[in-house]
């Protein structure tokens, strides 16, 4: 059984026999760009940015459209808010943390 995330035009590749992409160049293949101190510094930025602009937020700011939801689809879903895409967003984020704990 191949796994959830192929989609069915890599699961007729796969079925096919033909090699994917990035299963014949694989992620690794160059080192990483950034050394640990460099993306930790880079991360404690980002994060710092983050806070300050979150700060400033009133929850009348929260509730307001998010700027990648179109006026068409929030009229529609008035929960496609900023603390909704900004939630969703940090527990995928949560999730890949995951993921690379188990690379360890």
Known sequence: MLPRWVDNVEREALV????????????????????ETELRRAWAEVNDKLT????????????????AVSVEDFIKDPMRNRLAVVMNRASHASYHAGQAAFTK
Do not use: I
Not at 23 to 31: E, I, Q, S
Not at 53 to 62: H, I, K, V, Y
């Open 52 to 67: 300050s602009a979150f700060e400033g937020f009133t929850w009348e700011d929260w509730l307001q459209k998010h700027a």
């Open 16 to 35: 096919a026999g033909e090699s994917l992409p990035y299963m014949a160049n694989p992620d690794r293949v160059l080192g990483d760009p950034l050394s």
